[in-house]
């Protein structure tokens, strides 16, 4: 069965500092691999998706992740955070025969 | 519809009674998922649901869980006498496959409160 390990559950870190949020997943197929973010008292929003070809992903409000095959890693980066990506985020995997499988989430605090 | 709806977007029941909560996905896709978030909790596969095929029901906490997708599209997540333990947000997704994959939508969930 696949699984999602987010090693991080908190992560501080002050605004403009870069950022790192780790994920690491086990599966035994080829897999699409999602980051989701969740603003305090929102929805979900899938921030950015790997689903094939190029393994470095983007999102339009700098956020970027990449697939690493051989580490079975998608760590989710942005090099100068801003107080409005406080949130938690969350990884998922997609092995096309089962159910979307998501990681614990990883409390982002930005601080001023 | 232009996003994935739930309703109702709250809900409070009394300990015993049955719920029902409804998600219309987006017009099309054929894959819906039911989830639950508890406070503090990560998301909880519940029920997923492709196409016309049998439904992955292994997620269901218990036989008090039911869900249906009628016709393909909407679907209803029924709870019988409830209990505290299943207040949670039940979140909807709905995404399209069959040659046709690009993710996950979500609706705002369905925050359910036992009293």
């Known amino acids: 069965a696949q699984s999602v390990t987010q090693l991080d559950s908190q992560v501080p870190v002050f605004e403009e500092a870069p950022v790192e949020l780790r994920c690491n997943y086990s599966s035994s197929v080829s897999v699409y691999l999602f980051w989701y973010v969740q603003y305090p008292n929102q929805g979900l929003q899938l921030l950015l998706k790997?689903?094939?070809?190029?393994?470095l992903v983007e999102s339009i409000n700098g956020f970027e992740a990449e697939f690493n095959k051989s580490q079975t890693s998608f760590h989710l980066r942005k090099p100068s955070v801003h107080i409005s990506d406080t949130a938690e985020y969350f990884c998922a995997v997609d092995s096309g025969n089962t159910p979307l499988v998501f990681g614990k989430g990883t409390r982002l605090s930005v601080i001023a | 519809g232009a996003g994935v709806s739930q309703s109702p977007s709250n809900k409070v029941t009394e300990k015993g009674k049955d719920v029902e909560l409804r998600c219309d996905p987006i017009?099309?896709?054929?894959?819906l998922y039911w989830y639950r978030q508890s406070l503090g909790q990560g998301l909880e596969f519940l029920i997923y649901?492709?196409?016309?095929?049998?439904?992955?029901k292994s997620g269901l906490p218990s036989d008090r869980f039911s869900a249906e997708r009628t016709g393909g599209s909407v679907s209803t997540l029924t709870i019988q006498r409830t209990q505290q333990e299943d207040s949670a947000v039940y979140l909807c997704?709905?995404?399209?496959?069959?040659?046709?994959?690009?993710?996950?939508?979500f609706g705002s969930g369905t925050r359910l409160t036992v009293v």
């Open positions: 017009s099309g896709h054929t894959a």
């Open positions: 997704a709905s995404g399209y496959r069959d040659g046709a994959f690009y993710g996950y939508t």
């Open positions: 649901f492709q196409g016309n095929s049998a439904p992955d």
């Open positions: 790997y689903l094939s070809g190029s393994t």
